[in-house]
């Protein structure tokens, strides 16, 4: 599907629903395999969705969960969570040149690790993150900027094969 908010009001099987569904940027592969695989999902005020990710804003909860899990058909990958930020609404993808080159991915990375322009941040102490490593951007809306999305990043550190 060419529209890229297709899945912001609408379930899995594509009928209307205001929360939408958990839904993965339309350029990346599907299989988690990309540089860097971008979810989104509504911040929604009853805490379903993505709204949990605001808890990350929180040092003391950063600091005691560390890792998200993503099941697929044939594994489970264990990210470590590295990073929580808020970052303007701009695409990512687009702004980093979909990752073409490692320069630019580097430069991603690095703000990742330093987001300096952020209002708020948190970064795990000593994570390693490098152009080799795939990581995944969990993406929602802020409530009181509604220009801002608060991301929660993780590095893959574990890929069990479960078939």
């Known amino acids: 599907d060419t529209d ?5 009001h609408r379930d899995y099987t594509g009928n209307y629903l205001y929360a939408g569904s958990i839904y993965m940027e339309s350029c990346n592969s599907g299989d988690f395999n990309d540089k860097d695989t ?18 990350f804003e929180d040092k003391s909860f950063f600091k005691k969960h560390k890792y998200f899990y993503i099941y697929t058909p044939n594994s489970i990958r ?3 969570i590295y990073s929580a930020y808020e970052y303007d609404d701009r695409h990512i993808n687009n702004s ?3 990752f073409d080159d ?17 209002i708020v941040s948190n970064v795990r102490k000593n994570a390693k993150v490098t152009i080799d490593d795939k990581l995944v951007t969990l993406s929602t809306c802020t409530n009181n900027r ?7 990043q993780g590095v893959l550190i574990e890929n069990e094969k479960t078939k």
């Open 102 to 118: 490692d320069k630019m991915f580097k430069e991603y990375i690095d703000y990742s690790l330093n987001p300096k322009f952020a």
């Open 38 to 55: 971008i979810l989104y999902g509504h911040n929604m005020m009853n805490g379903t969705m993505f709204a949990d990710l605001h808890k």
């Open 146 to 152: 509604p220009e801002n999305r608060f991301l929660v």
């Open 96 to 98: 980093f040149k979909h």
């Open 4 to 8: 890229l908010s297709y899945y912001l």
């Open 78 to 80: 264990k990210y470590l």
